[in-house]
Nanobody, 123 residues
């Protein structure tokens, strides 16, 4: 069992930055690939970024490439999402998720989920 708690969401103006954190507890954090997903009202949950067990491999949605960076600190059991140059269309609830397999970008495949954190980008 893995428990995930996101933090760092909030309201920011377009062009601004936010850093999301996801703290994990439970089983060995470094055994899990980690992903950030988001879901806007009326839309399906979508992958934002994912990182492999060691942090050596990452994947990004095309919409965030060059603006967002996913990273992890296995010593702190934490995964981060640095979001720069935010746009109004980035507004959504952001979730972190954990799974043993890699690469995994389909949200159906992720086993453990946090409760989500709201990110709102004003124009």
């Amino acid at each position: 069992q893995v428990q995930l708690v996101e933090s760092g969401g909030g309201l920011v103006q377009a062009g601004g930055s936010l850093r999301l954190s996801c703290a994990a507890s439970g089983r060995t954090f470094s055994s899990y690939a980690m992903g950030w997903f988001r879901q806007a009202p009326g839309k399906e949950r979508e992958i934002v970024a994912a990182v492999s067990w060691s942090g050596g491999s990452t994947v990004y949605a095309d919409s965030v490439k060059g603006r967002f960076t996913i990273s992890r600190d296995n010593a702190k059991n934490t995964v981060y999402l640095q979001m720069n140059k935010l746009k109004p269309e980035d507004t959504a609830v952001y979730y972190c998720a954990a799974d043993l397999s890699w690469p995994t970008t389909n949200y159906h495949a992720y086993e453990y989920w946090g409760q989500g954190t709201q990110v709102t980008v004003s124009s």
